[in-house]
C-alpha cells in the first residue's frame, strides 16, 4: 500500500525559504515519477514541479521556475521540494503526489496518482 506523508510546512515572510519533504512507502521511488501540487485559497489544485522516475526530468510551473527545486533521496524514499524567495502567492496547501512510471507530462491529467495529505505554507508580507 502506497502511503505519502508530508512535513515541513510553515508560516514564513515574503523572501524567507522553506524545505518540504514528502517520505514515501509501498514503493520505490525509483519506479515512481512524483510531484508536488499546491492549492491556494479559493483556488485549484496546480501542479508545481515533476521529477520523472529516472530522475533524466525535472519540469517546474512557471510561476516558481528559479525559486524552487525538486529532488529525491532514494535511500531515504524521500522527495524535496526546496521553496525559495516566497511570495504570498506561493500561499496554499502542497501535496506530494506519485505516479507508476509515467513522464512528467502526463502527470497533471493522470487519474491514478497516489496523494499524500498535504502540508500548510503560509506566506505574508
Known amino acids: 500500500q502506497v502511503q505519502l506523508v508530508e512535513s515541513g510546512g510553515a508560516s514564513v515572510q515574503s523572501g524567507g525559504s522553506l524545505k518540504l519533504s514528502c517520505i514515501a512507502s509501498?514503493?520505490?521511488?525509483?519506479?515512481?515519477?512524483m510531484g508536488w501540487f499546491r492549492q491556494g485559497p479559493g483556488k485549484e489544485r496546480e501542479e508545481v514541479s515533476c521529477?520523472?522516475?529516472?530522475?533524466?526530468?525535472?519540469s517546474y510551473a512557471d510561476a516558481v521556475k528559479g525559486r524552487f527545486n525538486i529532488s529525491k533521496d532514494i535511500g531515504k524514499s524521500t522527495l524535496y521540494l526546496d521553496l525559495n524567495d516566497l511570495t504570498p502567492e506561493d500561499t496554499g496547501v502542497y501535496y506530494c503526489a506519485a505516479a507508476y512510471l509515467i513522464n512528467c507530462n502526463v502527470l497533471d491529467a493522470y487519474p491514478h496518482k497516489n496523494w499524500g495529505q498535504g502540508t500548510q505554507v503560509t506566506v505574508s508580507s
Open positions: 509501498g514503493l520505490r521511488l525509483d519506479d515512481y515519477t
Open positions: 521529477l520523472k522516475w529516472n530522475g533524466e526530468e525535472r
